[in-house]
């Protein structure tokens, strides 16, 4: 079992650049998250999508945006990467988004230059 | 605003010790409780989930809820080398079904 997915697992990125990181779930999940991680900050929520079709913003949306494709994927783009951006970001999902356990990937590591 | 506070450590004990691991929120609607491990370099997995008053325990772990005092713990018994790691706490309020996770407390279990 896969579980979540995310790619890539390293980034690199100038200043203005654009990217979009790729999360997928095979756990048949309805509600899938984007949280990016800092040092000392704990994780703190960018998006997140309840079911297929939704998606909302969380704490930290500015300068990112997001497609719930299908079921299954859930992306994350950087339209235009600042330095403020380098963190590392994990992609997680939850059965129904009803106080259920969260399970992630294994996170995207990315440095804005 | 909704906070999680947990003190950041390192909280330190000595191998086969009790490791005590505290968590405080802000929101008195809160109703689930979770605590999450967290290795270096890894991604965070769930231990312990709690949802009404008292202790529950699993394994070497026990998770506390005190939800008049706003307060949950975590307890690990007999600690390992395998345990250090930073141990994320996780609250959904009533209103949410979206965690706000604290900073989390880095535990190192010595030898």
């Known amino acids: 079992n896969a579980g979540v997915t995310q790619t890539p697992k390293f980034q690199v990125l100038k200043t203005g650049q654009s990217m979009t990181l790729q999360c997928a779930q095979d756990m048949n999940h309805n509600s899938m998250y984007w949280y990016r991680q800092d040092p000392g900050m704990g994780l703190r929520l960018i998006y997140y999508s309840a079911s297929e079709g939704t998606t909302d913003k969380g704490e930290v949306p500015n300068g990112y945006n997001v497609s719930r494709l299908n079921k299954r994927e859930f992306s994350l783009r950087l339209e235009s990467a600042a330095p403020s951006q380098t963190s590392v970001y994990f992609c997680?999902?939850?059965?129904?988004?009803?106080?259920?356990?969260?399970?992630f990937g294994s996170g995207t590591q990315l440095s804005v230059l | 605003q909704k906070e999680v506070e947990q003190n950041s450590g390192p909280l330190s004990v000595p191998e086969g010790a009790i490791a005590s691991l505290n968590c405080t929120y802000s929101d008195r609607g809160s109703q689930s409780f979770f605590w999450y491990r967290q290795y270096s370099g890894k991604s965070p997995e769930l231990i312990m989930s709690?949802?009404?008053?008292g202790d529950k325990e699993d394994g070497r772990f026990t998770a506390q809820l005190n939800k008049a005092s706003q307060y949950v713990s975590l307890l690990i018994r007999d600690s390992q080398p395998s345990d250090s790691a930073t141990y994320l706490c996780a609250v959904n309020s009533g209103g949410s079904y979206i965690p706000t996770f604290g900073r989390g407390t880095s535990l190192i279990v010595h030898p």
């Open positions: 997680a999902s939850s059965e129904t988004g009803h106080n259920e356990k969260l399970f």
């Open positions: 709690i949802y009404s008053n």
